[in-house]
């Protein structure tokens, strides 16, 4: 039942589309191939979520989607449903897009969601199609799927020549640029059987746009395909790792950790972008992308080269660690002080709070006696609902008033242009710690702020070095940053 799908890729007319999971990476993919120009049905098991997605409704914030989702509904070239048989009736391209969470309690990624879908959908086909893979797996997966769906359809009355085949094509979005990199990626892969030239020629045609765009297109198997977006995690991961654990070091003994990135980046061999020092990365997609490859490295007996993924992770969760000694050391005592956290999404232009290290700090702060307030522009009914004891004011305003300490965690533009006077009529003491390295530290000072940024030496910012805690980790973490080279080297 697998291969050939010559019908759909040479002969049908302009391929209909569904997409099998709504939530950011369905619902973003199915908008953006009706921007495309292509009749599209959106799939989920969620009936609410169909519902309000429906009525033009996303349940999160990004930019640009909400205006595609209202004028393809509008439209009616975008629809939804509940219904596995509409969607086998409907489409001849089924682009998988549901989650992979870690398993509790482990690692490893949760692939229910996508089983659940490729089994559902392979039991309704009843006419050629293409599925097509954009949820991240760990590799080896759409080989099984492949067996999957061949077991499903085995033994069902269906014409001989009825064909299904598969491809994958993972997702590159960035939160808050998705549309743009659903338009308009930097680069396009799709992995298919050797071959099976028709998958591959289907979606060349789905893809039409971007590629006449000049969009690179990168034509490999299962394997090289379901690798390719953890590779890129795990990279992006290590350069965030790397220069946080020499802001370790410049922290103990001096030095600029911004300068320091700036002179890096003049190298054409390392670039400048993701090596930014601060409070470290979280998100829905780095943290368990990282530690699904580690295990599943270590399932196919290879965990010794995916190792220093691990200790790249506690690096990461060391800097929320130094967030919290710092203002530990800036008021003296946490129990009872008043301190206003700026941001609760993992990154700018974003409400996801899923491992947000502001979110996390701020938690940290609170359960260590602190009177914690968060704002940020977009986040904090998330945030609210994942940590409710602390305190969402609407404002910037509302939340920096008799603040103690005023902790920037989240660099979103409205941060990034706070000037001194800003906060000073708000504000009970004037302490900063900019946890993201994006305000210039000298102007502060000299309008008299206590200011602190990670990776520069506290004392050269207007505190004292918190003797025998540059290094200092929790109880996740027990390993100091030169462990990590250490391991690299070793490899």
């Not at 954009?134 to 001989?160: C, F, H, N, Q, W």
């Not at 050797?194 to 765009?213: H, K, M």
């Not at 969402?392 to 990034?416: C, M, N, V």
């Amino acid at each position: 039942m697998s291969g050939d799908i010559s019908r759909i890729a040479h002969t049908a007319p302009r391929p209909r589309i569904t997409v099998i999971g709504t939530g950011y990476l369905g619902a973003t993919h199915a908008a953006c191939m009706a921007e495309l120009g292509f009749e599209v049905l959106g799939l989920d098991v969620d009936p609410l979520k169909i519902d309000a997605l429906s009525r033009g409704e996303l349940p999160f914030h990004e930019p640009g989607l909400p205006e595609l989702l209202i004028k393809h509904v509008s439209s009616g070239r975008l629809r939804f449903t509940t219904s596995y048989r509409e969607a086998s009736d409907f489409g001849d391209v089924h682009f998988i897009g549901v989650g992979t969470p870690q398993r509790p309690g482990e690692s490893a990624a949760d692939l229910t969601y996508v089983d659940a879908a490729v089994a559902q959908l392979a039991r309704h086909l009843d006419r050629d199609a293409l599925i097509v893979g954009k949820s991240t797996v760990p590799v080896g997966t759409a080989r099984r799927l492949r067996r999957m769906i061949d077991d499903e359809l085995e033994g069902r009355a269906l014409p001989a020549d009825f064909r299904v085949g598969l491809a994958w094509n993972p997702e590159f979005l960035r939160e808050g640029r998705a549309v743009e990199d659903t338009l308009a990626p930097d680069r396009l892969v799709v992995g298919a059987e050797d071959g099976d030239t028709d998958s591959r020629e289907l979606l060349r045609r789905v893809y039409a746009a971007p590629l006449a765009g000049g969009t690179p297109l990168i034509e490999t198997d299962f394997e090289t395909a379901e690798l390719v977006k953890v590779a890129a995690n795990a990279f992006l991961a290590t350069k965030i790792s790397f220069i946080n654990a020499f802001s370790e070091i410049t922290e103990t003994i001096g030095g600029d950790i911004t300068t320091l990135a700036d002179a890096l980046g003049h190298d054409a061999r390392i670039g400048r972008k993701f090596l930014n020092a601060g409070v470290g990365f979280g998100g829905g997609c780095l943290p368990k992308d990282i530690r699904a490859l580690q295990a599943r490295a270590e399932e196919l007996g290879a965990g010794a080269a995916m190792r220093f993924l691990t200790q790249m992770d506690e690096i990461n969760l060391r800097r929320r660690d130094r967030v919290v000694h710092l203002a530990e050391q800036s008021v003296g005592t946490l129990t009872g002080a008043r301190i206003t956290v700026l941001g609760a999404a993992f990154k700018p232009e974003s409400d996801d709070v899923r491992d947000s290290p502001a979110l996390d700090v701020a938690a940290r702060l609170y359960n260590s006696g602190a009177d914690v307030a968060v704002y940020d522009p977009q986040a904090n009914r998330n945030a609210a609902a994942r940590f409710p004891r602390l305190d969402y004011p609407d404002s910037l305003e509302e939340a920096a008033s008799g603040a103690d300490l005023t902790i920037l965690l989240t660099e979103w533009d409205e941060f990034r242009r706070l000037q001194p006077q800003d906060l000073e009529p708000l504000v009970r003491e004037r302490r900063f710690i900019d946890g993201r390295n994006v305000l210039p530290a000298e102007e502060w000072k000299a309008s008299g702020w206590e200011f602190s940024a990670l990776g520069r030496r506290a004392d050269v910012v207007g505190l004292h070095a918190l003797p025998g805690r540059a290094f200092e980790s929790s109880a996740r973490s027990r390993l100091a940053p030169i462990d990590f080279f250490q391991s690299l080297a070793a490899e």
